[in-house]
């Protein structure tokens, strides 16, 4: 990415949350987004199924949501490159 590296400062011990897909996007007005994130796993009370755990709810503006879309397509494209190259 062309943008300078920011200085983060992480606070608190912020977990990693492991996902398989996301669910919905909603649109909250005022140039917000919500998306919902689950993660697949076997279902606890049916043997043999699986069902689909909210894990995550991301609320964003819209300039966060472009920015983000741009760094995952960017980090994709590197990914189906095989190489570390930037």
């Not at 990415?1 to 005022?30: H, K, W, Y």
């Not at 076997?42 to 819209?62: D, N, P, T, W």
């Not at 980090?75 to 930037?86: I, K, L």
């Amino acid at each position: 990415m062309t943008d300078p590296i920011m200085d983060l400062v992480e606070t608190a011990i912020i977990p990693d949350v492991f996902i398989s897909g996301m669910a919905d996007m909603e649109n909250l007005g005022d140039g917000n987004f919500r998306c919902i994130f689950y993660s697949r796993q076997r279902a606890i009370y049916e043997r043999g199924k699986f069902e689909h755990v909210i894990v995550c709810r991301l609320v964003m503006s819209a300039g966060a949501a472009h920015a983000m879309l741009k760094q995952i397509a960017h980090a994709v494209e590197r990914g189906s490159d095989n190489t570390d190259d930037p």
